[in-house]
């Protein structure tokens, strides 16, 4: 009996979509890269090297054939425009995996999909910056972090983005990473999923509070994502200039009340645990809404600033310097 390659698309050939069609393929499944426009080439760069991936493209949603699985790794305000994909992509049998910030992910594609469809919400902790079209710079972090089930430990030992990249199969993550199934083997979207991405570069991690884990990778953007793309410096400007910091600290108290306001299991400790993130990375390490507003695209700020504001004042949760960042953003969108 012969049995099928898994059949992957990956919707979004930028920066996190190339990293995660790398280690699909290299997890040995039939990738497919859906694009809106083709690259010539397909590049993934990291320090010690610098890789071609040869899988195929398309750029006509018509020509696009259902798929076990659907790795959306377009910008939060492309998922209406991506989801011209689905019709193809998307089956009876076909989970779709929102490689996306911020902390409404099923909310935001649910609804654009056929009704009953499997959607895995995925926290990407891949810092990677498209130095071009189809030319991705990977600068660090290596994690996938998805919904386990309940018994999984907590998401206390999170590690932000030192997790590297490697060919050899990866390591568990983390202290409550979850062992990874065998392929095609647990009931669980997120096992599944585990299981899927086995043996290649990217680790993925099964937490059972996954909306505490949301929150927390929420506030490793809700700084740094608006402060290098309002001041057009990189993480350099948080970890060197003390007023930049000290506006940090207060985006992040304001973000964890709202976060616990909505029921995330996070305290106090969680402001230095984030600036730590933040200290993690290089001072040239840049961050998405960064990267948006340096090539001139409209910046996901609606996602990461607006969701705290909107889910702080849901709650009555002050939070007057997110508000303020947010006018700014919208002001830098302004057209
Ligand atoms: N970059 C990072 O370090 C991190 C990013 N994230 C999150 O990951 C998500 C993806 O970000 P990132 O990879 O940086 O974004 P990029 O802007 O690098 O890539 C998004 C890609 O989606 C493509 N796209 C948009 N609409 C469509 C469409 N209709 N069909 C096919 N492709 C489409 C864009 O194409 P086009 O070139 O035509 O615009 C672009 O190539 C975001 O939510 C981001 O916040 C999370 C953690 C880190
Ligand atoms: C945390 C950070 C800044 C890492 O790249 C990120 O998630 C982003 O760029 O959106």
Not at 230 to 253: A, D
Request: with cysteine; aromatic share 4%.
């Amino acid at each position: 009996m012969s049995t099928r390659q898994t059949r992957v698309a990956v919707i979004g050939a930028g920066a996190v979509g190339l990293v995660v069609a790398e280690a699909a393929h290299d997890a040995g499944h039939d990738v497919v890269l859906c694009a809106r426009t083709r690259p010539e080439r397909l590049v993934i760069e990291r320090t010690d090297r610098v890789r071609e991936l040869d899988v195929p493209v398309l750029v006509d949603p018509g020509e696009a054939q259902p798929a076990d699985w659907v790795l959306l790794a377009t910008k939060a305000q492309d998922v209406a425009g991506a989801a011209a994909w689905f019709d193809g992509l998307v089956g009876p049998d076909t989970t779709v995996v929102v490689l996306q910030n911020g902390v409404d992910h099923a909310e935001r594609v649910g609804p654009l999909l056929p009704s009953g469809t499997t959607v895995l919400p995925a926290l990407v902790y891949v810092a990677a910056e498209l130095l071009d079209r189809g030319h991705v710079l990977h600068r660090r972090g290596a994690r996938l972090t998805v919904q386990g089930c309940p018994d999984t430990a907590g998401a206390e030992s999170l590690t932000g983005f030192t997790t590297a990249f490697t060919t050899a199969p990866a390591a568990p993550a983390a202290a409550n990473r979850t062992a990874a199934p065998a392929a095609g083997t647990g009931s669980l979207p997120g096992e599944r999923f585990a299981a899927l991405m086995a043996g290649s570069g990217l680790a993925v991690e099964l937490v059972a509070d996954f909306r505490t884990a949301a929150w927390r990778k929420l506030l490793t953007n809700a700084a740094a994502n608006p402060i290098t793309a309002l001041t057009m410096q990189r993480m350099v400007v948080i970890q060197q200039n003390e007023s930049v910091r000290e506006l940090t600290r207060g985006l992040l108290r304001e973000a964890v009340r709202a976060g616990i306001a909505e029921g995330a299991a996070l305290t106090a400790d969680d402001v230095t645990r984030t600036l730590q993130v933040y200290d993690e990375f290089a001072p040239d390490d840049g961050t998405s809404m960064h990267y948006d507003r340096a090539a001139g695209r409209a910046t996901e700020h609606e996602l990461i600033t607006g969701a705290i504001v909107r889910l702080g004042d849901r709650h009555g949760v002050d939070v007057p310097l997110n508000r303020a960042v947010l006018a700014l953003m919208r002001g830098l969108n302004h057209k």
